[in-house]
């Protein structure tokens, strides 16, 4: 079936550094894909989207962008901050004619000072 | 614009209570509702979801059932909880028949079963 796979973590990074966190998905069809961000103790929050091949999401300074080749919707940020500390959930449409999401299983993230 | 509720916030409750938690919508009309479990330090587990008034798709079988009295609003109910129905319980929508089916999450309920 459908699944989204992205790296476990967790990840602790130093501040300004460079983040990538790695998700990959099953090739079926041409999915709109999605990164949501969990704050402690709080509901997910919609970070950025691709509803095509070669798109590229941004928001906050982080971006992804859609690879069909690779099946890969990477998130990336050039000088990571404390306040980006929070866990990181990859979706993707769960099939044609699903309003459903298939959700990775999530990284934390820890920006340490 | 578009916002999600959900009450209460947190709650404690003993094993073989009832439960209701709810959730509304404001700004929109027709939204697909969800409800999802998330456990300590896990993933999301989705429990239920709604495509209309009355319309409820379970996606585990549990002790937990929903219902969607209007259009807007989406209740989770056990009659007995059990010690694992602890856990951060999210309501989302989305819109129907839209091209990026992206979802929209509520603030969440902390639920302790003890």
């Known amino acids: 079936g459908d699944s989204v796979t992205q790296m476990e973590g967790p990840v602790t990074l130093s501040e300004e550094a460079f983040l990538t966190i790695n998700c990959t998905y099953t090739a079926t069809g041409y999915p709109s894909l999605f990164w949501y961000v969990q704050y402690p103790g709080e509901g997910l929050q919609l970070l950025l989207k691709?509803?095509?091949?070669?798109d590229k999401g941004s928001n906050k300074g982080f971006e992804a962008t859609y690879r069909k080749e690779t099946t890969s919707f990477h998130l990336e940020k050039g000088s990571v901050q404390v306040s980006d500390s929070a866990v990181y959930f990859c979706?993707?449409?769960?099939?044609?004619?699903?309003?459903?999401?298939?959700f990775g299983k999530g990284t934390k993230l820890s920006v340490i000072p | 614009s578009q916002t999600i509720h959900q009450w209460p916030a947190t709650l404690v409750q003993p094993v073989g209570s009832p439960l209701s938690l709810e959730c509304t919508v404001e700004?929109?009309?027709?939204?697909?509702l969800y409800w999802y479990r998330q456990a300590a330090g896990r993933g999301l587990q989705l429990l239920f979801y709604s495509v209309g008034i009355g319309q409820i798709s379970s996606e585990v079988p549990q002790n937990l059932s929903a219902s969607r009295p209007q259009d807007r609003q989406f209740i989770l109910s056990s009659k007995k909880l059990l010690l694992s129905d602890s856990g951060f319980y999210l309501c989302?929508?989305?819109?129907?028949?839209?091209?990026?089916?992206?979802?929209?999450f509520g603030p969440g309920t902390r639920l302790t079963v003890t």
């Open positions: 989302a929508w989305s819109a129907g028949r839209t091209g990026s089916y992206e979802q929209y």
């Open positions: 700004g929109t009309s027709n939204p697909n």
């Open positions: 691709a509803t095509k091949a070669d």
């Open positions: 979706a993707r449409r769960s099939g044609a004619g699903s309003y459903q999401l298939t």
